[in-house]
């Protein structure tokens, strides 16, 4: 298999990393030990949370370098787990040249599982309810709300529309039926089922990924990727609050 060839699947499979949502240090220690493990010198890899750059050295002695840019992430953490594997097979030289490309194909063919993860913005939403302290009417709503949520996230991401306005939208969905709710009689406790809903909208992993970047040494990656959490809960809020102040909730 040609050299090129191979780095092109190595790109590949960096390119996938970021657009799974992996830790910046861990999308440029990955491409680092695949590139040696093949035997290549001198290489640099630079990467922020949409873009890498790598550059090294064929083993004719010729100049290498590619960039590439994740434009739409997604977290996939069965897919993370997929590629951590395949790039220690290629760092210890476990695995044939010829099959990584076959094995990369074989990762992009794996399915979210649609119907567990509804299952889980139902139980997640009950259960942060309950948390919260909401009764079991409460629980139940809530649970319904989690339903709407994914549905309502699943077109507004099928029409493509920004991240930010997405989590505006979505924050005001589930505000106005707890609300409303809330008004007919049917929720008894509002703020814990608005507040355990809300939860489906935290950027835990995007808080998660920052701190370890900035720990890891990656400011920049960091930093940004804290920015987005924080738009992230301010479009929380911004949803919740301009509902409440027209459906002048409690």
Do not use: W
Request: proline share 1%.
């Amino acid at each position: 298999m040609d050299e090129k060839e191979v780095l092109q699947s190595v790109n590949e499979i960096g390119y996938l990393l970021l657009r799974h949502g992996a830790e910046i240090y861990r999308v440029e220690e990955s491409l680092q030990r695949m590139c040696e493990g093949l035997g290549f010198k001198n290489v640099e890899v630079f990467a922020i949370p949409s873009y890498f750059t790598l550059s090294l050295t064929l083993h004719d002695g010729t100049p290498y370098h590619v960039s590439k840019r994740a434009r739409s992430n997604r977290i996939h953490l069965d897919h993370l787990y997929e590629l951590n594997c395949l790039v220690r097979q290629i760092s210890n030289g476990d695995i044939e040249l010829h099959k990584i490309q076959e094995k990369i194909e074989n990762i992009k063919s794996q399915e979210l599982n649609y119907q567990l993860i509804l299952l889980g913005y139902i139980v997640s939403a009950a259960m942060f309810c309950v948390f919260f302290g909401g009764g079991a009417i409460d629980m139940v709503v809530s649970g319904v709300i989690g339903f709407v949520l994914y549905y309502f996230i699943y077109l507004l991401e099928k029409l493509r529309i920004n991240g930010i306005v997405r989590t505006i939208l979505s924050s005001m969905v589930l505000s106005t039926i707890a609300i409303l709710g809330n008004k007919i009689g049917i929720v008894e406790n509002q703020q814990s089922v608005i507040t355990g809903t809300l939860m489906l909208l935290v950027p835990g992993i995007a808080i998660t990924n920052s701190l370890r970047d900035i720990i890891g040494g990656d400011f920049i990656s960091g930093l940004s990727r804290m920015i987005e959490a924080i738009l992230i809960a301010a479009s929380i809020a911004i949803g919740v609050g301009v509902m409440m102040m027209l459906l002048r909730g409690a």
